[in-house]
Nanobody, 122 residues
Framework: QVQLVESGGGLVQTGDSLRLSCAASGLTFSDYAMGWFRQAPGKEREFVSRISRNGKYTSYADSVKGRFTISRDNAKNTVYLQMNSLKPEDTAVYYC???????????????WGQGAQVTVSS
């Protein structure tokens, strides 16, 4: 019943911006912290960003600090990831996830989206 659907991925050039959206259904959205993770070919899934239930606290991986911004709109049951100044090393499948507390670990999240491909060309 729980469904997380990412959108907004695509092919862009170095320095471009992209905004990912993740629409949630089948759960009480405001009860869940939300996270964004990414997985590049041949690599493990890694933490990108997270946001608390009320949106007051956010956290970012060092690799994206200053470039990415996470936000949420609880009225729309949607979490966003604004990605600016994109680099080729940002190329990955991006996943949104929902969990009762959040944190940086994959195991902290109960529900996952299908993933959205982001490709940054040089």
């Amino acid at each position: 019943q729980v469904q997380l659907v990412e959108s907004g991925g695509g092919l862009v050039q170095t320095g471009d911006s992209l905004r990912l959206s993740c629409a949630a259904s089948g759960l009480t959205f405001s009860d869940y912290a939300m996270g964004w993770f990414r997985q590049a070919p041949g690599k493990e899934r890694e933490f990108v960003s997270r946001i608390s239930r009320n949106g007051k606290y956010t956290s970012y991986a060092d690799s994206v600090k200053g470039r990415f911004t996470i936000s949420r709109d609880n009225a729309k049951n949607t979490v966003y990831l604004q990605m600016n100044s994109l680099k080729p090393e940002d190329t990955a499948v991006y996943y949104c996830a929902a969990g009762p507390r959040g944190y940086d670990l994959v195991s902290s999240y109960d529900y996952w989206g299908q993933g959205a491909q982001v490709t940054v060309s040089s």
